[in-house]
């Protein structure tokens, strides 16, 4: 939450936000500059409903209201009422609350914008799921970008090379080989083998006799 007071706040800007953000009194800062935010609610939010507008459901939307907090803290830190829609989101088959300070736009639109933010939630996901980031070697924001994109640019190479060589192995597995033999030259159809190679268990005809019994 402190990072919102880093947070350049641009009047008429739209700031989608996750639930862990939710400070009333940081978030009041964003109205009174004039700013918009978008951020699923709390289900332990104390509030009084207001009015209610009709909405279609057909398109996802389950309510759209205008609620004030009621929390004796809540509603002294953000004096001013909250825009709460309900919206069902078929494919995810889950049920969201958003509470947005935008009483202009229809309530399908906030909606839609907050998701478009999960591909921003799904992309960061897949980040770590797959590029194996481990941590960065540097922490400026051109040493951070330079080491995303290089993990971003090996993911497909390697799937590439899975497709091309036809490799029977997950992509996870075949990551974690090449950061492990990365220094190797071995032939990458022979590193990716699920084989075991042979190791002769004979002496090696030139190796020479440390005792000699």
Partial sequence: MTSLDLLPIEAGAFYVMDRGYTDFARLYRFTQALAFFIFPAKR???????????????????????????GPKTATLYPQPFRRI????????????????????????????YRCRW??????????????IKAFYGT?????????????????????????LKIDRSMGEMLQILSIGLFE????????TKES??????LHPNQLFLFNF
């Fill in 119 to 132: 591909q921003v939630e799904r992309f960061f996901r897949w980040i770590k799921q797959y590029l194996r």
């Fill in 197 to 202: 190679v042979a190791v002769s268990k004979g």
């Fill in 140 to 164: 400026s924001v051109n040493a951070v970008k330079t080491q995303v994109w290089i993990a971003v640019c090996v993911y497909p190479l390697v799937a590439i090379v899975k497709k091309e």
């Fill in 44 to 70: 332990n939010l104390h509030f009084a409903r207001r009015t209610s507008r009709s909405v279609d459901k057909s398109t996802g939307l389950r309510s759209d209201n205008t609620i004030r907090l009621r």
């Fill in 86 to 113: 309900s919206y069902y989101a078929a494919d995810l088959d889950r049920r969201f609350v958003f509470l947005s300070n935008n009483f202009l736009l229809p309530a399908l639109t906030i909606a839609q914008l």
């Fill in 185 to 192: 030259k071995t032939p990458l159809i022979q590193a990716f």
